[in-house]
C-alpha cells in the first residue's frame, strides 16, 4: 500500500467545501424553519469526495478504478457551479454577498480537482506480472 499526500489533502479540501457549501446556501434558506437541515442532507452525497480521495489518498493503485468516478463528479460539480454563477450577480439579498465569494472559489476547485484526476498520471507503474515459467518437471524412478 502506497499512501500519496495529495489526495490526502484533496479530501480534505473536499470536507472544507461541503462545509461552505452548507454554510453559503443557509441565508437563502432563512424563511423555511427546517431548511437548514434539509441543506445538509441534499449536500451530504458531496462527502462522497472526501472518502473518494481518502481512499485514494491510502492506495492510489489499488482504488484507481475510482478516479474516472471522481473526475466525472467533479465535472458535474464543476457545471453546476458555472450554472449558479450568473444568478448569482443579479440579486441583492445578504446571502449573495456570500455565495459571490464562495460559489467562484468552489467552481475553481472543482476545475483544478477535474484537472488533476484527468491529467495526473499515476506515481506508481502498475504492478508487472512475473513471466509464467514451466513447471519442473521431476523425474520418477
Do not use: C
Given at each position: 500500500?502506497?499512501?500519496?499526500?495529495l489526495?490526502f489533502?484533496?479530501?480534505?479540501v473536499?470536507?472544507?467545501?461541503?462545509?461552505?457549501l452548507?454554510?453559503?446556501?443557509?441565508p437563502?434558506?432563512?424563511?423555511?424553519?427546517?431548511a437548514?437541515?434539509?441543506?445538509?442532507l441534499?449536500?451530504?452525497?458531496?462527502?462522497?469526495?472526501?472518502v473518494?480521495?481518502?481512499?485514494m489518498?491510502?492506495?492510489?493503485?489499488r482504488y484507481?478504478d475510482?478516479?474516472?468516478?471522481?473526475a466525472v463528479?467533479?465535472a458535474?460539480?464543476?457545471?453546476?457551479?458555472?450554472?449558479?454563477?450568473?444568478?448569482?450577480?443579479?440579486?441583492?439579498?445578504?446571502?449573495?454577498?456570500?455565495?459571490?465569494?464562495?460559489i467562484?472559489?468552489i467552481?475553481?476547485?472543482?476545475?483544478?480537482?477535474?484537472?488533476?484526476?484527468?491529467?495526473?498520471?499515476?506515481?506508481?507503474?502498475?504492478?508487472?506480472?512475473?513471466?509464467?515459467?514451466?513447471?519442473?518437471?521431476?523425474?520418477?524412478?
Amino acid at each position: 500500500m502506497r499512501r500519496t499526500p495529495l489526495f490526502f489533502a484533496f479530501a480534505g479540501v473536499e470536507l472544507v467545501r461541503y462545509l461552505l457549501l452548507a454554510l453559503t446556501a443557509q441565508p437563502f434558506a432563512a424563511a423555511l424553519p427546517l431548511a437548514h437541515q434539509m441543506l445538509r442532507l441534499v449536500a451530504a452525497p458531496n462527502l462522497l469526495f472526501a472518502v473518494g480521495f481518502l481512499f485514494m489518498g491510502l492506495d492510489a493503485r489499488r482504488y484507481a478504478d475510482y478516479r474516472p468516478l471522481l473526475a466525472v463528479g467533479k465535472a458535474v460539480a464543476l457545471f453546476s457551479s458555472l450554472l449558479a454563477l450568473p444568478r448569482l450577480f443579479g440579486g441583492d439579498s445578504p446571502g449573495y454577498g456570500l455565495a459571490r465569494f464562495v460559489i467562484p472559489g468552489i467552481a475553481l476547485w472543482d476545475a483544478i480537482a477535474t484537472a488533476v484526476l484527468l491529467l495526473r498520471r499515476s506515481a506508481t507503474p502498475p504492478a508487472v506480472e512475473p513471466a509464467q515459467t514451466e513447471p519442473e518437471r521431476i523425474e520418477v524412478d
